[in-house]
């Protein structure tokens, strides 16, 4: 992995762990303009970077949260619960894709069309219905045996050691 891509998920990383705490600090306060435009910066920064990086699949998922995150800091749209969780699910996205960066040293095959269209319906201004996490697939229960009383010698010897 070069140093630039490095440096690139390196700054990434704690970019994306200020917007969380942000975001958490905007969904008690969704007013809270100095608080928006962090997460604006932070997004748009990523985005930024992606293009010069030729990280495609980041850029979108970056650039559909930063067109909503625009709007809510000019106040165009008004921040919601809901807008926030969207966010979340945005950045949550972004996360994957940099761990897969990190772990093949290139953008993961992934589809992030569900979120983008919910970000993009959002900045419409339209009611969203957030996007359900991929269902994990049921696995068969398994069987756990009742675990075995000790031997008799094993609990007379603990019993003698309590004992002494």
């Known amino acids: 992995m070069d140093d630039l891509l490095s440096d690139f998920l390196t700054e990434t990383h704690e970019g994306l762990s200020a917007v969380d ?3 958490l600090r905007l969904e008690r306060a969704p007013d809270d303009a100095p608080t928006l ?3 604006f910066r932070q997004v748009h920064t990523i985005k930024g970077t992606c293009g010069f990086l030729g990280l495609s699949r980041l850029e979108k998922v970056a650039h559909a949260a930063e067109t909503i995150l625009g ?4 106040g165009s749209l008004k921040v919601t619960p809901e807008g926030i969780t969207l966010i979340f699910a945005a950045v949550d996205a972004i996360r994957k894709i940099v761990v897969g960066l990190e772990q093949h040293g290139q ?3 992934g589809d992030d069309a569900a979120v983008i269209a919910a970000l993009d319906a959002a900045a419409r201004g339209e009611s969203v219905a957030l996007p359900s996490a991929p269902q994990a697939k049921a696995e068969a229960p398994v069987e756990v045996a009742p675990a075995a009383a000790p031997a008799p010698r094993a609990a007379e010897a603990v019993a003698e050691a309590v004992q002494s």
């Open 37 to 39: 435009a962090e997460v």
């Open 71 to 74: 709007l809510y800091r000019d």
């Open 21 to 23: 705490e942000a975001l």
């Open 107 to 109: 953008e993961p095959d």
